[in-house]
C-alpha cells in the first residue's frame, strides 16, 4: 500500500497560504545557499500528486512551467475542469477515490494542499506521514494548515532539521 505523505510549507503561526490562496510570501525566502530543505525528496519517492481544487488555480496562475509534468497529478474540486495531460479531477467520492489510489502499485503519493483537503484526508486517516517546513514568519491572517480539524490523531516525531536560514523541517508519521 502506498502511503500518503504531506510534504507543505508553513508559517510559524501555521498559514499555508495568504487569504487570497496566493502563495507569494514563499517567494521571500531566497535560497541563495542552495539549501536542500526536503523539497527534492518527495520527487524521488513519489508518482503521484494529490491537491485541492484551490492549490491548482494558484500553481496556474503562477509564471511557471507546470512543476509535475512526470506524476500523475488528481486535483480535488467541486468544479468540473477540462482534462489536461497526467491531470484527472476528482469532483465526488474522494475518500473512496482517494483509498483507491492509496492501494494502487506504485510510489507514494504527495499530497500538496490545500488546508481543507488536508483536513478531509485526517479526518479519514489517509495521511501516513507529515513533512512540514516551517518558514520564519508570522502571516497573521491567511489560510490554516489545519482548519477546523474536527478529529485528534496522534504523530511520532521522526526527524527534524534546523537550516542556518530559520527554516524548519520536521517529519512526523502517524502513530
Same mark, same amino acid.
Request: overall charge negative; hydrophobic content about 35%.
Given at each position: 500500500m502506498k502511503k500518503i505523505i504531506?510534504?507543505?510549507?508553513?508559517s510559524l503561526?501555521?498559514?499555508i497560504a495568504e487569504p487570497d490562496g496566493?502563495?507569494?510570501?514563499?517567494?521571500e525566502f531566497s535560497n541563495s545557499e542552495k539549501i536542500d530543505s526536503g523539497y527534492t525528496? +518527495?520527487?524521488n519517492e513519489v508518482d503521484t500528486i494529490i491537491m485541492g481544487g484551490?492549490?491548482?488555480?494558484?500553481l496556474l496562475s503562477m509564471d511557471a512551467i507546470w512543476p509535475y509534468p512526470n506524476l500523475h497529478t488528481y486535483v480535488v474540486s467541486h468544479h468540473k475542469w477540462n482534462a489536461q495531460e497526467n491531470v484527472c479531477f476528482i469532483t465526488e467520492n474522494i475518500i473512496e477515490t482517494i483509498a483507491e489510489l492509496r492501494n494502487r502499485e506504485g510510489k507514494d503519493i504527495w499530497l500538496v494542499g490545500g488546508g481543507g483537503l488536508i483536513s478531509i484526508l485526517l479526518a479519514a486517516d489517509l495521511i501516513d506521514e507529515?513533512?512540514?517546513?516551517?518558514m520564519p514568519v508570522i502571516l497573521g491572517k491567511g489560510i490554516?494548515?489545519?482548519?477546523?480539524? +474536527?478529529k485528534e490523531s496522534k504523530w511520532t516525531l521522526l526527524e527534524s532539521k534546523s537550516h542556518t536560514n530559520g527554516i524548519l523541517e520536521v517529519k512526523y508519521q502517524r502513530k
Open positions: 504531506l510534504y507543505i510549507a508553513a503561526d501555521q498559514r496566493s502563495l507569494d510570501w514563499l517567494s525528496d +518527495p520527487f484551490k492549490t491548482y488555480r494558484e507529515m513533512r512540514i517546513t516551517y490554516p494548515l489545519f482548519p477546523e480539524q +474536527p
